[in-house]
C-alpha cells in the first residue's frame, strides 16, 4: 500500500499510516520498531488518551526524547508511531 507501512511480527502485520510516520521527527532509533526491530524500550501500562500512554521503562536511565517522567517512577510516552501501534492493536 502506498502511503502505509506495513510490518510483520509473527502472523500479524502492523499497518501505521505514513502521516502518523512523518510526525514522529525525534525518534533517535530510526523508528527500528517499523524495520522489523524489537525496539519498545518501554512496556505500556495504561492509556491517558490516544496521543499519551504511560509506559515502563525495561532498563533505568534510557534516553527517549518521547519519553516523560510523571510523577516518583511512572513515565508517559509521546511517541506518535508506538502510542499508534497501542491505539490500533493494544500493545
Known sequence: ???DLLQKRGSMSIEI???II?????CQKDKAC???EECYDCKFESPISD???FVKPKQKNTECPYKLLFGYDSHICQCPVRCEIYRKYGR
Open 22 to 26: 512523518k510526525r514522529t521527527i525525534k
Open 17 to 19: 499510516d505514513e502521516v
Open 34 to 36: 517499523l524495520n522489523g
Open 51 to 53: 496521543e499519551l500512554i
Open 1 to 3: 500500500m502506498i502511503g
